[in-house]
């Protein structure tokens, strides 16, 4: 569980945080969503202390991170898992260097056992077959599943997905969403997710928190999402009349109109009564 | 005012590095790694550059020696001091700022732009221990060693040239070259040697750690690194001049 309060952060003049709270759940995916600019991107960073906030505290399962030393942050960023926006790989080395560098570091298993691991996560993310390639000769979104891959590799406490979908075929952004919601589950993991993904938040949004300008503005999950009569976030969320329809048939069957085995016709002449 | 920032910066930066390996094995391997890339990599142009030095040397010693009262020895006394006392350690140090020094500031720099340092940092590794040290450390074993080096090959490539001109013939060269020949003068080099090492290895480091912004900081700090190293590394070598050899 990561509790934050009141976190404030501003670039010179730009307030781009202005007094965040909310409370990541462990077992959770936990997903931040919001506009382009929202602040989505430096709140993830000032949670895991790669910005300083101005101001207000973090506290991960009761220790506070924001009074914590360098050498203490140290030891707990051992059980943080982090995918950058970027992805981050590290350029010199192949994906399979990329993905086992956090177990030569901190690992004390057999080489063998090693490369084990390694290939399992590879496996896992979709990608067999790319070990002895380097990031400059994979895809936009084989580096973000190489990313998903060493974050996760250790198996860490913590996980942070910078848009884990973004730049992936919807296909395989279901595959990334269901490995992220099996892992977290299976280690109660404390998951963070930015994401502008509409089926991510829909499938896996366990505990949303909607950013808008730099504020929190709605909080939910992705049942209540499709309820919520906050305005910015049905903006938000529903931007294309093919999402709105989704929305307004999601709504009638949940107001129990609308049973599966009922033929098309039927449904949309009952939902524009409804309407 | 920003000059003492970036100064702080830098001594921050400096005791940054001494921490707790957190994997000795991983920091050898890229200690490894850098002295690769530092001293091998180098090893050519340092080579190079070093015969034609002692060789130019040589010939125009021979060029400014008109008066016969003068034995034509000395051309190897002379080829043999400049290239220890100054050829070897100074230029060859400053032509490996550029060389060493923007490879340093280019790759930190990329690294920190494409946020590889930050996903280091993530991971709980000192980054300034893992990536900074071992170039420090790699620098200031590879480069006393290329500058011997390059004394021996000045010195060769003097005798090469002042033999194949015809101005003097082995015999005379290497008398000359034994002629007074004071031990001291090769300690001092190294000394310098290893203050220009650390130069040119954690300034640019500071640059390209430091890094802002995206490609083109990249290009900026890593010209700007050479010129500052360049600059500091001249005022170091009068400083040490006047400091160990002043009588
Ligand atoms: N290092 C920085 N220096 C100055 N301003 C910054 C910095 N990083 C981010 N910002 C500003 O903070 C605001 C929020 O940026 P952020 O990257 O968090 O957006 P985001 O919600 O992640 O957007 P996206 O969905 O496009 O990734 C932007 O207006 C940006 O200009
Ligand atoms: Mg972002």
Known sequence: ????????????????????SH?????????????????????QKCLVGLFEPDSGEIIYDGVNFTDMTEDLRKGLRQQIGMLFQGSALFDSMTVEENVMFPLDMFGNMSSSKKRKRVNEVLDRVNLEGANKKF?????????KRVGIARAIVLNPKYLFCDEPNSGLDPQTSMVIDKLIHEITKEFNMTTVINTHDMNSVMEIGENILYMFEGQKEWTGNNEEIIFSKNDKLNEFIFASKFLQDAKDMRMLEAKGIIADDRDMEEMLKKGEEIK | MTFFTDFGRY???????FSRPENMKMYW???????????????GIVSIISVFIGAVSAVQTAYQLVSPLIPLETIGTVVRDTVILEFAPTLICIVLAGVVGSKIASELGNMRVSEQIDALEIMGINTKAYLILPKIIAAM?????????????????????AVA???????????GLLHGFIPYNVTFALIKAYTFAFIISSIPAYFGYHVKGGALEIGRSSTKSVVVSCIVLLFADYALSQLLLSH
């Open chain 1, 1 to 20: 569980m990561i509790e934050f309060k009141n976190i404030k952060k501003s670039f010179g003049e730009k307030v781009v945080l202005n007094d965040v």
């Open chain 1, 23 to 43: 409370i990541m759940e462990s077992g959770k995916c936990n997903l931040i969503i919001g506009t382009s600019g929202s602040g989505k991107t430096v709140l």
């Open chain 1, 135 to 143: 990031p400059a000769e994979i895809s936009g979104g084989m580096k």
């Open chain 2, 11 to 17: 001594l921050l930066m400096l005791k940054g590095m």
């Open chain 2, 29 to 43: 391997k890229e200690f490894m790694h850098q002295c690769n890339d530092i001293g091998i990599g180098s090893f």
């Open chain 2, 141 to 161: 074993i590879t480069i006393p060693m290329l500058v011997i080096i390059s004394m021996v090959l000045g010195i060769w490539g003097g005798r090469l040239a």
């Open chain 2, 165 to 175: 001109s015809g101005i003097v013939s082995t015999d005379t060269f290497d008398r």
